[in-house]
């Protein structure tokens, strides 16, 4: 049996490039848009009612903007990863995405192949950023005070691993528990050592860290 296609929303005030999007998203067939807006305030109950996997979101949006739509965008669709999509990668704009919650930035300029591989991979809880994007959000987390004697995996334990593991697949703590038979308050244990061994703050720092140091190379 085929997967279901990945359901996509598309927002941006450009109805030149916002067509264009759509366009090709369509004609792959592992994609499906399901919904499209030009501002925040027509978005919202479009976005509430179509519950995407994937939201693709124009950062400077007129009015209410695009990085304040991040931040609501999991309340509206708590199942939806966002990626943020702009004309330029300034480094504020990008730090600020993923302070709200963004999982991706895409240059609107990129590669067509770079853009449909970022939309599958945040769609499988994956992190999008190129590696120069990844060293300004990192160090603008703090991520950077990391202690250098670490090296990525050789302070963490095997079931530590597979805490972060699930982590930066986007799964909560009581989903962890449940997916290693163990309790939610051994899971928060295991957080908080995993913290304090990589010098990270939270979840998206640690999801960063993991995704700079490799420490899930692909197979």
């Known amino acids: 049996m085929n997967a279901s296609p990945i359901r996509v929303f598309v927002i941006d005030d450009h109805a030149l490039y916002r067509d264009s999007m759509v366009a090709l998203l369509g004609a792959e067939k592992d994609l499906d848009v399901v919904g499209q807006g030009s501002s925040v305030e ?9 519950k995407p996997d994937v939201v693709l979101c124009e950062v400077t949006l007129p009015g209410q903007g695009g990085l304040d739509l991040l931040r609501e965008v999991p309340a509206l669709s708590p199942e939806s990863r966002t990626i943020a999509i702009s004309d330029n990668e300034v480094e504020t704009d990008i730090v600020e995405a993923m302070r ?60 530590e691993m597979e805490v972060i593991q699930l982590v930066i697949q986007g799964y909560k703590n009581r ?22 061994k990589l010098g990270v703050a939270d979840r998206l720092e640690l999801t960063l860290y993991a995704f700079e140091r490799r420490l899930f190379p692909p197979e």
């Open 42 to 50: 027509e978005t919202k109950p479009r976005l509430a009612e179509s």
């Open 100 to 159: 709200r919650g963004a999982r991706g930035f895409l240059d609107k300029q990129c590669p067509v192949e770079l853009f449909l591989k970022c939309i599958r991979k945040v769609h499988t809880g994956e992190i999008w950023l190129s590696g120069r994007l990844t060293e300004a959000v990192l160090h603008a987390f703090g991520s950077q005070q990391a202690p250098s004697k670490l090296d990525g995996k050789a302070e963490l334990s095997r079931r």
């Open 175 to 196: 989903d962890i528990a449940q997916k290693l038979f163990i309790s939610e308050k051994t899971v928060k244990n295991h957080l908080s050592a995993i913290f304090n």
